[in-house]
């Protein structure tokens, strides 16, 4: 093809238009006016904040199952497996934290022991004072 020759585009000049732009670099964005200066908002990826909620401590009820599972060289592990529950159920209920009666239930079973042992084993129900 017989066409005209490519024109190269001709470079912009090197010197600022004015003062103002001959402080700031060329690739940084103009200052943001005095009025909305302070008033920025978080990046688009930013994780949003809330305040959180204090951690409520739990009513402690002591009971005897360590010792009752102790004294039947019973771990954690396998008495969860007998009860059939989790042993990070069996480490709250250790550590005093309050559980379902069902719960209560299952490891009486797992202990080999009575329904009527369950005052022996959790102590008085604290919902029946």
Same mark, same amino acid.
């Given at each position: 093809?017989? $066409?005209a020759?490519?024109?190269?585009p001709?470079?912009?000049?090197?010197?600022p238009a004015?003062?103002?732009d001959?402080a700031?670099?060329?690739n940084? =964005?103009?200052?943001? =006016? =005095?009025s #909305?200066a302070?008033?920025?908002? =978080?990046?688009?990826?930013?994780? !949003?904040?809330r305040?959180?909620?204090p951690?409520r401590q739990?009513?402690l009820?002591?009971?005897? &199952?360590r010792?009752l599972?102790?004294?039947?060289?019973?771990?954690k592990?396998?008495l969860a497996?007998?009860a059939?529950v989790?042993?990070?159920? #069996?480490n709250? &209920?250790?550590? $005093?934290?309050?559980?379902?009666?069902?719960t209560?239930r299952? #490891?009486?079973?797992?202990? $080999?022991?009575?329904p009527s042992?369950?005052?022996? &084993?959790f102590g008085p129900? !604290?919902?029946?004072s």
């Amino acid at each position: 093809m017989t $066409g005209a020759p490519k024109q190269e585009p001709t470079p912009a000049p090197t010197e600022p238009a004015n003062e103002a732009d001959a402080a700031a670099p060329a690739n940084t =964005p103009a200052p943001l =006016p =005095p009025s #909305i200066a302070g008033n920025t908002l =978080p990046p688009a990826n930013a994780t !949003p904040t809330r305040a959180k909620a204090p951690r409520r401590q739990p009513t402690l009820h002591p009971n005897n &199952v360590r010792k009752l599972r102790q004294a039947a060289m019973m771990s954690k592990a396998e008495l969860a497996r007998r009860a059939g529950v989790s042993p990070l159920t #069996i480490n709250r &209920v250790e550590s $005093g934290w309050p559980c379902r009666m069902d719960t209560k239930r299952k #490891i009486l079973e797992a202990l $080999g022991l009575s329904p009527s042992a369950r005052e022996e &084993v959790f102590g008085p129900d !604290p919902e029946a004072s």
